[in-house]
């Protein structure tokens, strides 16, 4: 089991929809969790951190975090063009070991 | 954007040669990290820092070593390079470590021959 798990995609998303990226991690002790989007060939960029259960929104997107089952998903909101991007979901465990997930490949289809 | 410059942006280099990829920050932060991304596995950590001269192991450090004379500085060296080194590298910092964010640098493209 790979310690933090995204759906590769691509997921295809027609413009002005919700784009739902979902994340699973498998350690329990978990404490910080991310959202980073990198487009094609450039670096990843943070555009969502989530530290507690529920919902935290910032614009047209919103993190949820259920430590419970051990998931996190990013809501992006009246999707458009520029969100086509890979996100990567990141996960804290011990001490400075930030655990990347492969990425979603988001497409938004205008 | 975060002060964070990598150099060089792309290598060619043969196997069996050392590389030293150069990490420049100007925003003082304490934590530097180095990171390769492959196809398939993500951004994996090679080794980071957390002050000058105190640096420790990530999950993919073997062939690779670090150094850090300067807060604003962090090198990456491949003592040997292997085809299997061939990858991204990027260099991130943070201000308090993993349980905030990290901000990249532009990356650096290595490839080994």
Not at chain 1, 20 to 39: A, E, K, M, V
Not at chain 2, 62 to 77: A, H, M, P, Q
Request: proline share 4%; hydrophobic share 25%; net charge neutral.
């Amino acid at each position: 089991q790979k310690e933090v798990e995204q759906n590769s995609g691509p997921l295809s998303v027609p413009e002005g929809a919700i784009a739902s990226l979902n994340c699973t991690y498998s350690d329990r002790g978990s404490q910080s969790f991310f959202w980073y989007r990198q487009y094609s060939g450039k670096s990843p960029e943070l555009i969502m951190s989530i530290y507690s259960n529920g919902d935290k929104e910032d614009g047209r997107f919103t993190a949820q975090l259920n430590k419970a089952s051990q998931y996190v998903s990013l809501l992006i909101r009246d999707s458009q063009p520029s969100d086509s991007a890979t996100y990567l979901c990141a996960v804290t465990r011990w001490a400075e070991k930030l655990t990347f997930g492969t990425g979603t490949r988001l497409t938004i289809i205008p | 954007d975060a002060g964070i410059t990598q150099s060089p942006r792309h290598k060619v280099t043969e196997t069996g040669t050392p590389v030293t990829l150069r990490c420049h920050q100007t925003e003082n932060h304490r934590y530097m990290y180095w990171y390769r991304q492959d196809p398939g596995h993500g951004l994996r950590l090679i080794h980071y820092s957390y002050g000058v001269k105190d640096t420790d192991k990530g999950e993919v450090s073997d062939g690779y070593s670090v150094s850090r004379s300067k807060t604003e500085d962090f090198l990456l060296t491949l003592e040997s390079a292997t085809s299997s080194q061939t990858s991204v590298y990027f260099c991130a910092i943070s201000e308090s470590g993993v349980n905030s964010p990290l901000h990249f640098g532009n990356g650096t493209r290595l490839t080994v021959t």
